[in-house]
């Protein structure tokens, strides 16, 4: 679930920053070219993220949803996971492969389907960066 309300809230907030977008260069009578409107709508979704969960994931391996269902991102030995083992790897490696015409997209339903392999209930994501997402309720019992 947590996945689920980071994708709001990041889409939520990308969304905003392509309407100002939109709005600076309409009264300032630019219009992007169709190149640059494609790479405006690609830096604004990891733009979003970054300013939604940047500072969380750096001191404390969450984004607002993981925050607000209680899970963290760790490394495989329990430690803190880092920003760049989280964001560079888990995230923004992720989604450079993701966008690659028909091989990203199947990559992504593998990456999420792993979950299901094992008893670990690791994405594909989470095994490239040697990662973890822990519930924070068990480990408070």
């Known amino acids: 679930m947590a996945v689920v309300a980071d994708a709001i809230l990041v889409s939520a907030l990308a969304f905003g920053l392509l309407a100002g977008v ?30 939604l ?14 925050l607000l ?5 760790v490394r495989s030995d329990g430690e803190r996971a880092g920003f760049i083992r989280i964001y560079g790897v888990r995230y923004l490696l992720m989604q450079m492969i993701y966008v690659i015409p028909v091989a990203g997209g199947i990559f992504a339903l593998i990456d999420a389907l792993l979950i299901f392999a094992g008893n670990e209930q690791r994405c594909l994501h989470d095994r490239i960066a040697g990662t973890y997402v822990v519930d924070l309720n068990r480990l408070d019992t």
């Open 53 to 66: 969960n940047g500072l969380l994931l750096a001191i404390r391996g969450q984004t607002v949803g993981k």
């Open 69 to 73: 269902f209680r899970t963290r991102i």
């Open 22 to 51: 939109a709005v600076l260069t309409s009264r300032v009578k630019i219009s992007p070219s169709d190149d640059q409107a494609i790479l405006l709508l690609a830096i604004a979704g990891p733009v979003a993220f970054l300013l």
